[in-house]
C-alpha cells in the first residue's frame, strides 16, 4: 500500500453526488463496504492481480445505503492485491458451493506496487482534486 497524499483528505460530498462524479472517471464503489464507510476504486492494471488507486471515504450523517447521505474522504493510497490463479479451473455445475465459492481470496493482499504505475496513481490523484476540489 502507497499513501498519497492529498487534498481531498477531509472534504465533505453529497454520496450520491459524488459517485456519480466518479463514475464518469472511471470509478467505482469497492467491494466490502460496510454501512458506515467504503472504497472508490479506481482499476490502474490487471497484469498480475489488481493494482487500483483506491479512495477511502467514511459517513458523516447517516448511512451509505441511506438517501442524502454525506461522506468525508481520506487519504487516497495505491494497492495491490494478487490473487491465486487455477482456483476456478474446477468448478462443477453440481457443486452447491460454486456460486459462493467461485473468487479466490488474495495470496497477497498487500502485493508490492509496480513502480512503473506509481506516478500515474499520482496523477490520478492530481485529476480528482481537479475535478472535485473548485475554488
Do not use: C
Request: glycine share 8%; net charge negative; hydrophobic share 35%.
Amino acid at each position: 500500500m502507497i499513501p498519497i497524499p492529498s487534498k481531498l483528505e477531509g472534504t465533505e460530498f453529497h454520496l450520491y453526488k459524488l459517485e456519480q462524479e466518479l463514475k464518469s472517471l472511471g470509478y467505482s464503489i469497492g467491494g466490502g463496504w460496510e454501512y458506515d464507510h467504503g472504497y472508490f476504486d479506481y482499476e490502474i492494471d490487471s497484469e498480475v492481480g489488481y493494482q487500483f488507486l483506491r479512495v477511502p471515504f467514511q459517513a458523516v450523517d447517516g448511512q451509505l445505503d441511506s438517501q442524502g447521505t454525506s461522506v468525508r474522504l481520506g487519504r487516497p493510497f495505491l494497492l495491490s492485491h494478487k490473487y491465486q490463479r487455477g482456483l476456478d479451473d474446477n468448478v462443477h455445475v453440481d457443486n452447491a458451493t460454486a456460486s459462493f465459492d467461485q473468487f479466490s481470496e488474495p495470496v497477497d493482499p498487500d502485493a508490492s506496487f509496480p513502480k512503473k504505475y506509481i506516478d500515474l496513481g499520482k496523477d490520478l490523484v492530481k485529476e480528482l482534486e481537479a475535478v472535485l476540489i473548485r475554488d
